[in-house]
C-alpha cells in the first residue's frame, strides 16, 4: 500500500511560479508511474501531468503544456510539479496519484493510490 503526502500548496499572484512536492512511503517508489491532477472550483477532477517509472517520459494536458514540469527523484521518493506563468484559473486542489501500469494514463480510473491533495489559489 502507497501513501501519497503532498506539500507546496498556497496563495500566489498570477504570473508567479510554485513547486509542488509529493512524498511517497509504504511501497517501491521506482515501480510507480506518478502523476498530478487537480480539481478547480465546481469542476471534475483532470489530469495535469505523468511521469515515467522507466525512463522518465513525461506527458502533460494541453492546459499546462509549456507551464508546468513534472519531474521525480526515485532517491527520495518524491515526484514534483514546477509551475510557471500561472494563471486564476490553475485554481484548484492538486492531487498526486500512483499506479503500477507502466502507461501515463490520463483517466482518474488508471490510478490506484492518492493524496489527500493540496490547495493551490492563484490571485489576478
Known amino acids: 500500500q502507497v501513501q501519497l503526502v503532498e506539500s507546496g500548496g498556497g496563495l500566489v499572484q498570477a504570473g508567479g511560479s510554485l513547486r509542488l512536492s509529493c512524498a511517497a512511503s509504504?511501497?517501491?517508489?521506482?515501480?510507480?508511474?506518478m502523476a498530478w491532477f487537480r480539481q478547480g472550483p465546481g469542476k471534475e477532477r483532470e489530469f495535469v501531468a505523468a511521469i515515467g517509472r522507466i525512463n522518465y517520459n513525461t506527458r502533460y494536458a494541453d492546459s499546462v503544456k509549456g507551464r508546468f514540469t513534472i519531474t521525480r527523484e526515485n532517491a527520495k521518493n518524491t515526484v514534483y510539479l514546477k509551475k510557471n506563468s500561472l494563471k486564476p484559473e490553475d485554481t484548484a486542489i492538486y492531487y498526486c496519484?500512483?499506479?503500477?501500469?507502466?502507461?501515463?494514463?490520463?483517466?482518474?480510473?488508471?490510478?490506484?493510490?492518492w493524496g489527500q491533495g493540496t490547495q493551490v489559489t492563484v490571485s489576478s
Open positions: 509504504g511501497g517501491t517508489f521506482n515501480t510507480y508511474t
Open positions: 496519484a500512483a499506479t503500477a501500469r507502466l502507461m501515463l494514463a490520463t483517466k482518474r480510473g488508471s490510478y490506484d493510490y
